[in-house]
């Protein structure tokens, strides 16, 4: 019966892990090819994700998730040829968890900081004298809201795998071996 729910339970991981690739490789593309020109008093105007800095970190911080990711992929493709539990795998659980939780709160954060960089280009900001970026470049920011939405669906992905890896690295422990108890 548990040898089913391990098996379950890699299977559910690694769907949510190509899952959060395609909608962090989706955010990167949608948010980092975006660009849309428009001719402003006799002046070509183009506006591009570098234009705000919270899109660029996005972008290179989906980036890095998903790279991470595909790594965690091919290692647990690795692992399975050596099967077996010692006090590496514990380890390597730990630092797996640990990683994929800085992985979520990063992005996150990223997707955070972009959104309201976002919402300051769509409204505009009087006292700092920021004019509305979107009532002249549309398409422009229809895409990166498109881009954010994608963006926090991986986010919450990435918050999945996080507690999928929790649960693998505190399924080793248990009561007995934790207080170093010996079973009759």
Same mark, same amino acid.
């Given at each position: 019966?548990?040898?089913?729910? +391990?098996?379950?339970?890699?299977?559910?991981?690694?769907?949510?892990?190509?899952?959060?690739?395609?909608?962090?490789?989706?955010?990167?593309?949608?948010?980092?090819?975006? *660009?849309?020109?428009?001719?402003?008093?006799?002046? +070509?105007?183009?506006?591009?994700?570098?234009?705000?800095?919270?899109?660029?970190?996005?972008?290179?911080?989906?980036?890095?998730?998903?790279?991470?990711?595909?790594?965690?992929?091919?290692?647990?493709?690795?692992?399975?040829?050596? +099967?077996?539990?010692?006090?590496?795998?514990?380890?390597?659980?730990?630092?797996?968890?640990?990683?994929?939780?800085? *992985?979520?709160?990063?992005?996150?954060?990223?997707?955070?900081?972009?959104?309201?960089?976002?919402?300051?280009?769509?409204?505009?900001?009087?006292?700092?004298?920021?004019?509305?970026?979107?009532?002249?470049?549309?398409?422009?920011?229809?895409?990166?809201?498109?881009?954010?939405?994608?963006?926090?669906? *991986?986010?919450?992905?990435?918050?999945?795998?996080?507690?999928?890896?929790?649960?693998?690295?505190?399924?080793?422990?248990?009561?007995?071996?934790?207080?170093?108890?010996?079973?009759?």
């Amino acid at each position: 019966m548990r040898a089913g729910m +391990e098996l379950g339970l890699s299977e559910i991981s690694v769907f949510l892990r190509l899952s959060a690739i395609l909608f962090l490789v989706l955010t990167a593309c949608l948010v980092g090819l975006d *660009a849309q020109s428009k001719r402003i008093f006799y002046t +070509e105007r183009k506006a591009t994700f570098k234009d705000l800095d919270a899109l660029m970190v996005l972008v290179y911080v989906e980036s890095a998730a998903a790279c991470y990711n595909l790594l965690h992929l091919c290692k647990r493709s690795i692992s399975t040829w050596f +099967e077996g539990y010692s006090k590496w795998s514990l380890c390597v659980s730990w630092v797996i968890l640990l990683v994929d939780q800085v *992985a979520a709160y990063i992005t996150f954060g990223a997707n955070l900081a972009a959104l309201q960089s976002a919402v300051f280009a769509v409204t505009g900001e009087k006292d700092f004298q920021w004019m509305k970026l979107c009532n002249r470049y549309s398409r422009f920011c229809i895409q990166i809201g498109g881009g954010l939405l994608g963006g926090f669906v *991986a986010s919450l992905l990435m918050a999945l795998l996080s507690s999928i890896s929790a649960f693998d690295l505190f399924r080793h422990y248990s009561p007995k071996r934790f207080l170093f108890l010996k079973s009759a």
